[in-house]
């Protein structure tokens, strides 16, 4: 039981960490792999290909799925020499992006190397993008109306 818990952790783990390398940008990715992975290694198991893919969702978030449109995505997968293989998808046709997420998927799986590329690589992102959240949601809020402090005319006595 304890086991399945840390299969389920490790691949909770993985998959915020394949998610924020997919919102990566190039400069984020470039800089630490010359830096400090510049020997990794990585072969191509497959040519990196460009492809669309279905969005579908969901009328209420709870309804009927629908077809919503497509996205143009590009998908990486390369292997490291000690036979560890990074797998990555993004949004777009940026061949280079998808490779570079791929690597460091592939970096993070090695135990020697995680704790690098959580530091180095993951935690600039996400603080980008939490940094980005949190200006969305300040622009959003200087705009809100709170509809029940008006006061209407017929109010006034």
Known sequence: MLEDQSVEDEA???RRAM???????ASELTGPLTRRFADHGAKDLKPVETGLAMLRGRAGGDGAPFNLG???VTRA??????????YAHILGRDAELARLAAIFD?????????????????EPIASRL???RARRSAEIAAT???FFTLKRGEDEP
């Open 77 to 86: 997968i390369v292997e490291l020499p000690g036979g560890e293989r990074g």
């Open 106 to 122: 592939a970096l993070w799986q090695k135990p020697d190397q995680r704790r690098t590329v959580e530091t180095c690589v993951l």
């Open 70 to 72: 497509e996205a143009t």
């Open 144 to 146: 809100r109306v709170d």
């Open 12 to 14: 909770a783990a993985r």
């Open 19 to 25: 998610g924020l390398l997919a919102r990566a940008l």
């Open 130 to 132: 939490e940094a980005a």
